[in-house]
């Protein structure tokens, strides 16, 4: 497997040109993790790993040592997706770097606690991100703005698969443009739009101004992965 190794770190060195390809492993066949890896790593940006307590979100998802075992297999970056309580927040930071995630976005709604995890994950040799959950207002990731490198909006509820995009989703996206231009930070920031994506939603999401989109049964589920990741990536956005 190659290094992760890049000049300026794994996340500058995403391609900004066409719609990025982030790949939940939630929807993965876990049984024969390996075998879906192995499929997707010609595909794939990022790998996105969801992390919940049971608390923040409705049910228990993923740990360090996955985290671990997926950083063995692949040369891709790792973002993994910490929806979980502020007084566990940093410690779960802390765990997951160690573990190999190449990113960790946290929730704009741990407050300060969110700041700390974004300040240790740079000190620890990782990129941040911040995420906002669909009834959080855009402006409430302001305070993390300037020290992360990715601005991750849910465009469901937390925590549940298969829900429909929100009607809501597209124009918090281009609230969220708007907020990264006027703090002068629109090209160092990747704008990623996660759950409610489908066919349907993805063109209407990119338009919308996402950068990135996390894929689940779409890609996973696609019987050809080439031709859907070609589609991905014609996508256009709209002219800003």
Request: proline share 5%; hydrophobic share 45%.
């Amino acid at each position: 497997m190659t290094s992760k190794t890049l000049p300026g770190g794994v996340i500058a060195a995403l391609p900004r040109h066409r719609l990025l390809g982030e790949f939940s492993l939630w929807s993965a066949d876990l049984a024969n993790m390996e075998r879906d890896l192995h499929r997707i790593e010609p595909y794939v940006d990022l790998h996105h790993i969801d992390v919940a307590d049971a608390r923040f979100t409705p049910g228990f998802l993923f740990f360090p040592d996955f985290v671990a075992r997926i950083a063995k297999l692949t040369a891709k970056p790792i973002h993994v997706h910490l929806m979980v309580e502020a007084e566990i927040v940093e410690e779960q930071t802390r765990q997951f770097i160690e573990a190999g995630a190449d990113l960790i976005s946290m929730h704009a709604e741990n407050g300060e606690a969110g700041l700390r995890a974004v300040a240790l994950a740079k000190e620890l040799g990782a990129e941040a991100g911040v995420a906002l959950r669909l009834e959080t207002p855009v402006a409430e990731a302001e305070p993390f703005l300037a020290d992360v490198a990715f601005f991750t909006l849910l465009g469901t509820s937390i925590g549940v698969k298969g829900q429909s995009l929100s009607d809501k989703a597209c124009d918090r996206l281009r609230e969220a443009r708007l907020l990264m231009k006027r703090i002068g930070r629109e090209q160092e920031i990747v704008l990623a739009a996660d759950g409610g994506i489908r066919e349907q939603t993805v063109p209407l999401l990119r338009a919308a101004g996402a950068e990135t989109v996390v894929l689940g049964s779409l890609a996973f589920g696609d019987t050809d992965l080439p031709g859907r990741i070609a589609w991905l990536h014609a996508l256009e956005t709209e002219p800003r």
